[in-house]
Structure formats: structure tokens, C-alpha cells
């Protein structure tokens, strides 16, 4: 940020002035063309807004510039706001935005989207911004750039908590880039703020560690200058900017039904002669008419790093260990290998999830963010579209049932994160049902950009973090707890050895056979115990699936003579891979019975052993009800 930006600015009050002006017109002409949107917030926001981007290093003609400054604007509401300032700014045609807002097919949608230019991160779930800020400046600081972020926020969403994390984890890792322009209009949806759900903003940032100035938020000197000033402080600051919900209007000020009410054309004619501006909505109306959508618009910039793999860890026969040790070596070989492109996330599990090896070897790339799985989340993906690739490990019901709505949103954004679950399913054993995630195929299943890895050994669990870490897009690399035997070969050599190269949707016979049993994870090792047991009356072939979301049906294909398959997993048998592959049957026009052994009510605590046994899915058990379906 140049201070001589700001003051080439302030030379050019009047101008921006006007400029400001006309994109409160626009402003109510995209919302009531649309007939729905948020006129209120947007016009309390657009004096702070312009004036930011405005004097931050950003450029229309070089939109992905990797120093460029950050805007955040966790309200995503407020999208007519943004979208008329950046409109303004030549970012694109404000006559495209006016006409096409919220139309099928538009880029311009309700809520701001990042395939949209100069849109940083898609908003609109209330109380994320802050976090996609956080991960915009830990990206920003291992790759050595200097750039500012600028995040607007509303008041009423500061009632989610997770506005709390991304406060703390910013004063505990010096985030100092860091300026959020808070609009403070006192009204939410259902009303005054402090009746709706009091709070005291102010002393929560500052109690915190920030610095808190408060400014007349329709005052552009008072902005800019808090900007300078802000820029001046070693500390991530707050600007409180005292604004006017519908500030311009005369009858929509103060209103809070204009949160998301737009006005009618006779209000529009009304609210565009008080502004002294021109209404030629006649036009847009046209516009609108002809529209035809081109969704190829909506496309999202890949910013991704190119990463050095390197060499695969191969474990021997005779190795006892966890796959999330596996993993936890495998992860630092890629950090060690690429510092200023792999950033890992921790959620006070490091010495559990073995990242802790990370954080002693490479503690620049090591963000502890203690019990904050939301924040974390978020922030994890908003790192990775900014030059990095982002490894946030968790438990399995953190990492995906707790923050399913950030993944959702990280899913939406096409990140590139790979979210590394450890402790899934029944091996989770003695921490109980709270803590036995055992939906992690069926949620990720909701998603449409996620992929879904279960490695069924150590080795095969060091091969796909590298094939992710490569990848560019969203993953989830799912584990248990328990020590797992490397998988061998019938010769007795590892299977996923030396020469194991793995491929996303590629399923592998371990034995084959006549019935096949289709398993992947930590259940690998059980489903080879059932083939033992039944050995001398039923031969069956034991495949894994280590891709549940995208199992490999050509592999399948051979197992059709007899007609039926069995599907044994510690999962939800109502979402898991049986679930998948009966689907996936039918689409195909693939006629055969799936009996799938999985859990079918919430487990018990105990040893993973004696849990499975008493849910009948013990190697003994299934064998058992196997031998009764042929």
C-alpha cells in the first residue's frame, strides 16, 4: 500500500464521489431488476468499500498478480456492492452486472463468486471471511510475498463463533497484513443487533490483541486515513465504520427491511431522483431479455504450485506401524522438498495425526491453530488457491462431520486441499461413538470436486499423500488408528511395493477368486482373515477399493458369473461403498446382488476387535454369513 495512492485519491475527492454515487444507483437497479438482493448492507458498505479498493494494489488488467492485495468480503450479501465497485473500476461491464444479476447463467450471482474477477473467495456462509483471510496471509508469508488483506465483514455475523478462531489464530501468528473494515449499521435481519443477539464487538477484538480505531463509515477522508494509519501499526486492525443501513436513500435509511428487500420500480424512480441520477432501467430490461448464458464464464483460476514428490518410502513385511505414521513421514519428506509451497494445518492433534514431525523439522510451515477445526478449515483452502498446497489433518469426525459446511464451502471454491483424517471408522475403538467417524464416504459423497482416498497399508498410504500432494483439487486421504500390517503379496512380498505406482480409481486384487469381497482401509487386513477362514469351502477373491467415490467397475466386470458380491467396511452400509457400487450397478445396467457387511447403528466403545465383533462384523462373523448366502 503506497500513501501516495491514498493522497492521488483524496486529490480526486470529487470524482469518487460521483463515481461512488452511480454505484448506488446501480446498486438498486440490480436489485430491483432481479427483484430480489440486498439493497440495505450494500449501500452502508459501498463509501468503505470503493475507497479500499480504490487505493489497494490491485489492477483489473492483472487480476491474478501474485503480489496483488487480498479484498475478503466475508458478507457475500453485499454482492451488489462489490460488484458495482469493481464494475467501476474496469474489472468488468457494470451493464453486464446490472442486467444479469441474479439471472440463471450469470456469473453475477446473489452471493460473490471467485470465478468472478477480482473476486478473492466465494462468500455468503455468514462468518468465514476472516479465516479465508488468514489463509490468504500464511500463504503469502512461506512464499515470501508482501501484499495486504482487506476483509468487510458485517456486524450481525459476528455472532458466529468462528469469527472468534480467525481473531486468535491472527494475533498468535502475527498476521499483520491483515485490516478488516467492519460495517456497523446496527441492523440484521430480524432487526437491531443488540436484540436480536447482543455483543460487544469492539472489546472482543480488543480483548483479543487487536487494535480497534472507529471511523464515520460514509466519510472518505476518515477512511482513508484509517487505512494509512492502519498500514502504520504492527498489530491486525479493526475499523469499525459507523454506516447507515440504505445510506443515500431518504426512505430506506435505518430500515432493516431493506436488509434484503429490493426496491420497487416506483421506489427505484423515487431513490434514482434523490441521487440525481438517470433511470434507465428500460434499458437493463432489454438487456436482460436477451441474455444468453455462456457457462464457460464460470471458471475458477488453478494457482497451483508445482510440487516435488519425491522419492516413495517403501515399508517391508515385517514393518509394524500406523498408516498415519505413513503418512506423517511422507508429508515431511514433500515439505522438506517444496518450503515455500506446502503449508500444514493442526488442529492440537499434531502428535496424533504425526505431524508433529513437521512441526519440530519445519516450523515455518507448521501452523498450529489449537481446537479451531472451523476456522482451520476454511482457512486451509482459502491458503491453497493462493499459491500453496494445504495439508489440514484431523480427526475423522473433525476433519469432515464437524466442518462439513467449511469443506462444502472449500468444495465450492475449487480448492486445493487435502484434508488428511485420521482415527475413522470403528478403529477409533475406545474414544467411542462420538468420536468413530463412520460417514466419511457417504458426506464427501454430497460433494462434487472432492476426491476420496482409504489406503489399505502403509505403503499404499505413502503413495497416494504424494499423488494428492501433486494433484491439483480436493482430497481426503481417510485412515485409522490402529497399527496396519503392510499387505502381502501371496509370495509373501509387500503388494504395494517397490514397483506400486498409485492411481486415482485403480482398484487391486490382492487374491483372487471366485465371489469377490470388496473392502479398502483398515478393513483390508480382516477381509483377507475372512478369505482364510473360508478357504476350504469357498474360494474368494479380496479387492480393494482405495477410490470408494470412483470405484473401478472394469476390475469388477470379471467377478459377474456368480452374480453376487460382498462389500465388508466399518462405514455407514447405507452410504458407504456398497451404497456406491449398487448405484453405480444400476446405471451401468449391471445385474448382480451386493451384500454389504458394514455398520448399521452407532458403535460401541472398546477395542476395535471387540467392537466389530459385537456389531457381527468380525472376520468369524462375516465369514459365517457369507457361507450362508451361497
Not at 12 to 28: H, P, T, Y
Not at 220 to 245: C, F, H, N, Q, S
Not at 385 to 399: I, L
Not at 426 to 447: P, S
Request: glycine fraction near 8%.
Amino acid at each position: 500500500m503506497k500513501s501516495e495512492k491514498i493522497d492521488l485519491f483524496l486529490s480526486k475527492k470529487a470524482e469518487f464521489l460521483k463515481n461512488i454515487n452511480k454505484c448506488r444507483g446501480d446498486i438498486l437497479k440490480m436489485t430491483t431488476l432481479a427483484n430480489s438482493g440486498h439493497p440495505g448492507g450494500s449501500l452502508s458498505t459501498i463509501d468503505m468499500l470503493y475507497t479500499v479498493c480504490s487505493v489497494a494494489d490491485i489492477d483489473s488488467k492483472y487480476s491474478d498478480r501474485a503480489t496483488r492485495d487480498r479484498i475478503v468480503v466475508s458478507n457475500g450479501h453485499i454482492s451488489p456492492a462489490v460488484y458495482s465497485t469493481l464494475g467501476s473500476l474496469g474489472f468488468f461491464d457494470i451493464d453486464e452486472v446490472i442486467s444479469t444479476f441474479r439471472l440463471a447463467g450469470s456469473i453475477f450471482e446473489g452471493h460473490i463468486e471467485r470465478s468472478v474477477p477480482g473476486i478473492e473467495w466465494t462468500t455468503g456462509n455468514l462468518g468465514q471471511g476472516l479465516s479465508a483471510a488468514c489463509g490468504m496471509a500464511v500463504a503469502g508469508r512461506v512464499q515470501g510475498l508482501n501484499y495486504d488483506i482487506f476483509v468487510f465483514m458485517g456486524d450481525g455475523e459476528h455472532q458466529k463463533g468462528q469469527i472468534s478462531e480467525a481473531r486468535r489464530f491472527a494475533i498468535k501468528y502475527q498476521l499483520n497484513n491483515i485490516m478488516v473494515f467492519l460495517d456497523y449499521n446496527k441492523l440484521q435481519i430480524s432487526g437491531d443487533i443488540s436484540k436480536v443477539m447482543p455483543q460487544n464487538i469492539k472489546d472482543e477484538y480488543i480483548a483479543d490483541g487487536w487494535v480497534v480505531m472507529e471511523i464515520d463509515g460514509h466519510n472518505i477522508d476518515e477512511i482513508a486515513a484509517a487505512i494509512k494509519k492502519g498500514k502504520e501499526i504492527d498489530r491486525p486492525v479493526l475499523v469499525i465504520g459507523r454506516t447507515i443501513m440504505g445510506k443515500g436513500v431518504s426512505f430506506m435509511e435505518n430500515i432493516h427491511d431493506y436488509h434484503g428487500k429490493p426496491l420497487t420500480e416506483e421506489q427505484l424512480d423515487k431513490a434514482l431522483l434523490e441521487l440525481g441520477l438517470e433511470n434507465d432501467i428500460s434499458k437493463y430490461k432489454d438487456m436482460r431479455k436477451k441474455f444468453v448464458p455462456d457457462l464457460s464464464k464460470h471458471r475458477f483460476t488453478k494457482n497451483s504450485p508445482n510440487i516435488n514428490i519425491g522419492i516413495p518410502k517403501s515399508y517391508g513385511k515385517d514393518a509394524s506401524m500406523d498408516n498415519r505414521s505413513a503418512f506423517g513421514n511422507a508429508i515431511t519428506d514433500i515439505v522438506q522438498l517444496n518450503p515455500k509451497s506446502v503449508v500444514v494445518f493442526d488442529c492440537d492433534l499434531a502428535s496424533s495425526v504425526k505431524t508433529d514431525k513437521v512441526e519440530k523439522e519445519f516450523p515455518e510451515n507448521f501452523f498450529q491453530a489449537g481446537i479451531q477445526e472451523h476456522h482451520t478449515a476454511t482457512m486451509a483452502g482459502a491458503a491453497s488457491v493462493n499459491g500453496v498446497v494445504s495439508f489440514f489433518a484431523d480427526f475423522g469426525v473433525f476433519g469432515v462431520d464437524e466442518t462439513y459446511n467449511q469443506q462444502r464451502l472449500n468444495d465450492i471454491n475449487h480448492s486445493n486441499v487435502k484434508v488428511v483424517t485420521t482415527h475413522v471408522g470403528i478403529d477409533v475403538g475406545e474414544d467411542g461413538r462420538t468420536h468413530q467417524c463412520i460417514d466419511y464416504v457417504g458426506a464427501m459423497r454430497n460433494f462434487y470436486g472432492f476426491k476420496v482416498i482409504v489406503p489399505a497399508d502403509p505403503n499404499q498410504t505413502d503413495r497416494s499423500v504424494r499423488y494428492a500432494a501433486k494433484e491439483y483439487g480436493n482430497f481426503l486421504i481417510a485412515m485409522g488408528r490402529s497399527k496396519t500390517p503392510v499387505i502381502l503379496k501371496e509370495n509373501g512380498e509387500p503388494f504395494y511395493g517397490d514397483n506400486y505406482v498409485f492411481n486415482y480409481g485403480k482398484g487391486d486384487i490382492l487374491r483372487d477368486g471366485d465371489y469377490p469381497i470388496i473392502t479398502y482401509g483398515s478393513m483390508t487386513p480382516y477381509a483377507l482373515k475372512v478369505r482364510d477362514i473360508l478357504r476350504d469351502k469357498i474360494n474368494l477373491a479380496v479387492i480393494v477399493m482405495s477410490s470408494p467415490l470412483a470405484p473401478d467397475l472394469e476390475i469388477l466386470l470379471k467377478y459377474l458369473n456368480k452374480k453376487l458380491l460382498f462389500v465388508y467396511e466399518d462405514h455407514n452400509k447405507y452410504s458407504g461403498l456398497g451404497a456406491i457400487l449398487s448405484q453405480k450397478f444400476l446405471e451401468n445396467g449391471i445385474f448382480a446382488k451386493i451384500i454389504t457387511y458394514g455398520v448399521d447403528q452407532y458403535p460401541y466403545s472398546g477395542k476395535p476387535a471387540d467392537v466389530l465383533k459385537l456389531m457381527g462384523l468380525d472376520p468369524e462373523t462375516v465369514a459365517d454369513k457369507i457361507l450362508s448366502s451361497i
